[in-house]
């Protein structure tokens, strides 16, 4: 391995210096800066620069007393620019490789090892300390995040989030539009939501073939009065056949049997002509007459 080692001694103290082979120089060099091949399996492209992780933490704006969880860290880029600013930080990374790398570089951090979508919220936030959320999310799993983070917004305060830009554009489309859809209704249901800037492809690695964005969902803490299960599922049934009347796609879906006769939205009009108080006018609605149906 070595060409040749010299020993020095020099006031009681021995010195060795070995001089490497040029082959074995040029690999531990090459070792040393090799960057992680991220795994396609767990939708990884790594975010390289620096201003927009900044402009994240910008939007972030995190503050002391925060309890802040980091969907999938990797190497660690946006962790880097928050880590220390908060008194509770965990870092939620189902990537074995990068585990080791992330414990000796963050000492103190509360690291967990697990996929997130199986993580249990309550055992990290409760309703007198929410959770605040931020992550570059792997994008085939956007709209299952979102929908866990919805379905335990009660101790969610907010999430910052990069998506696709595609994705984010629907979710904050509005009515009458091609991408109102299902995000689109259920989030600003539940959610004031703003698209805060386009991220282009050549800032990650590898480089993605779509535009991403930075979105930040601020959950609401009400309690809403009317059934959110039910809600969630007429939409849903609703736009499953998004280019046909409310009375077809309602008509093929699990609330074939209710009677809409009386109905005070007219079912002549497709899904995505329906205001967000027009659909909780529908489950109110639909509501009464399942009482009355059993």
Known sequence: MFLSAYCIINNNVINFIFILQPQVRKELI???????????????????????????VDEINPQ??????????????????????TELYTAVEIDSRVIEELRNNYEGLNLVHADFLKLELTNFGSFDN???????IPYNL???????LLE?????????????????????????TKDYGILSVILNAFA?????????????YPRPKVYSAVIHINFHNDKKDYDENLFKSIVKAAFNQRRKTLRNSLGNSIFANINFEQCPIDLGLRAEQLSINDFITLTNFIKQHQTHNQ
């Open 30 to 56: 090459n070792n040393s800066n090799k960057k992680l091949k991220p795994l396609k399996k767990f939708g990884q492209n790594y975010l390289q620069d620096k201003n927009i992780l900044r402009k994240i």
């Open 64 to 85: 002391l007393k925060d309890n802040l969880i980091e969907i999938g860290p990797g190497q660690g880029s946006l962790t880097k620019e928050l880590f220390g600013k």
């Open 130 to 136: 929410k959770i605040r959320i931020a992550g570059n």
């Open 142 to 148: 956007t709209s299952p995040i979102i929908f866990k």
């Open 152 to 176: 335990n917004r009660a101790i969610v305060k907010d999430a910052i989030l990069m998506i696709q830009l595609e994705v984010a554009q629907r979710i904050v489309s509005s009515i009458g």
């Open 192 to 204: 004031d939501i703003k698209l805060c800037f386009k991220v282009s492809p050549n800032v990650f």
